[in-house]
């Protein structure tokens, strides 16, 4: 399962989980795969990403991680480790915040901010 | 060896003035008491300040409060972002006028400042993600976390190069530094200071127990800003300081009952504020 920004859903992705709106009105169900005419309603009601049914393909695109060199993720990972404090003690939550640095500094690695 | 400053002979000793914003704020203050009163009054007062209003505009247009550089008078901004939300800011950014001569020798002013306004935006976001009331009191509360830090950095230098001195020697967190050294840490100082500085009683908890929230009677306000101190940390936009992330409290984050999912969201917000909202406030 991947996010993906609503300008760049394309027809044809498969939606992973319910779309919607901020009163919870259901816009597009789990399972179904997105026409044109859909993409648009979503986009109208301002949805800014959708989670989608990864292909294999699609994954790696949508990865950064998986887009650099992996010494470089190497560099990266030490790097972010060496901030944290004593991150051999994670428990599940703090994990996860690493998880989302990492790919934070992964994506400013690949766009850098301008 | 002489004993360390008490925090009350510290916070004392700190000058309480509104800075250059002063005059502004005491004449919002004037119409706000009169009858005749209105948005256009309000919006007069602050135009008084040609610098004032180029940062309020700045801000009101910024993705931080979203309205898309669709304001263009002051009035339209006092309207739309309401009088408290703007007195509390103006005071927020005079607080950062009061501490301008502190030396940046341990810690550097530029840099603090940035983690105490990205703070500011994480605790705001969590708050709205969490759809707490007020959620703006907790970008205030969030700007002013460390700030018991800048006291001692201003009123007792030589104590403060002695917590450094430890904190580098031992290796430990800095906040355990201070608590070795002087026996109190910067929480309790912030707390002190704006206590005494009349600040409400729920900013005062959300400041002093972020970093200890469940000891807080205010457990959940305490938790927003211990989060998004850990958020912001590990997101490395500037430091007050401390270069470790410091570790994350486990009931603060059960209790505040977001998804790890949610967060992704939260950091993509403060990287998309934290440019205006800093050109805003710390913009010469």
């Known amino acids: ?114 | 060896m002489t004993n360390p400053p008490t925090i009350k002979a510290m916070v004392q000793a700190v000058p309480r003035s509104l800075g250059s914003y002063g005059p502004v704020l005491l004449e919002i203050e004037a119409a706000l008491q009169s009858p005749q009163c209105n948005l256009s009054t309000i919006g007069d007062a602050i135009q008084k300040d040609p610098d004032l209003t180029a940062r309020l505009l700045r801000l009101a247009n910024s993705p931080f409060f979203g309205f898309a550089n669709r304001l263009s008078t002051v009035a339209e901004a006092v309207s739309l972002l309401g009088i408290q939300q703007i007195q509390d800011m103006i005071v927020a950014s005079s607080v950062l006028d009061q501490f301008k001569g502190v030396p940046d020798s341990l810690v550097n002013k530029d840099s603090f400042w940035r983690h105490s306004l990205a703070v500011g935006i994480a605790a705001r976001l969590l708050a709205m993600e969490r759809r707490l009331p007020k959620p703006d009191k907790f970008f205030v509360a969030g700007l002013l976390h460390d700030v018991g830090r800048l006291v001692l950095l201003s009123q007792a230098a030589e104590w403060a190069q002695k917590v450094f001195e430890c904190y580098q020697s031992e290796k430990i967190l800095l906040r355990e530094a201070e608590k070795k050294i002087l026996g109190y840490d910067h929480q309790q100082i912030a707390a002190e200071l704006l206590q005494s500085w009349s600040y409400p009683p729920v900013l005062v908890q959300a400041v002093a127990y972020h970093h200890t929230p469940n000891q807080s009677v205010s457990k959940l306000d305490a938790a927003v800003v211990h989060i998004a101190d850990h958020l912001v940390n590990a997101m490395g936009i500037g430091s007050s300081g401390e270069q470790f992330v410091p570790p994350l409290d486990d009931k603060a984050w059960s209790l505040l009952g977001l998804e790890t999912e949610n967060l992704a969201k939260i950091v993509e917000a403060v990287d998309a504020q934290i440019l205006a909202v800093e050109e805003a406030f710390l913009k010469k």
């Open chain 1, 1 to 114: 399962m991947i996010r993906v920004k609503s300008e760049a859903l394309q027809p044809g992705m498969m939606v992973a989980r319910d779309v919607k709106n901020i009163d919870g009105m259901l816009l597009a169900p789990q399972g179904c795969e997105l026409s044109e005419r859909q993409i648009n309603i979503l986009q109208a009601w301002g949805v800014t990403e959708v989670e989608v049914e990864a292909g294999a393909e699609m994954a790696k695109a949508h990865d950064p991680l998986a887009q650099l060199p992996p010494e470089m993720l190497a560099k990266l990972t030490a790097d972010l480790r060496a901030r944290f404090w004593k991150p051999d003690d994670f428990g599940p939550v703090p994990a996860e915040i690493f998880k989302l640095m990492l790919l934070r500094q992964a994506q400013q690695h690949l766009r850098p901010p301008a």
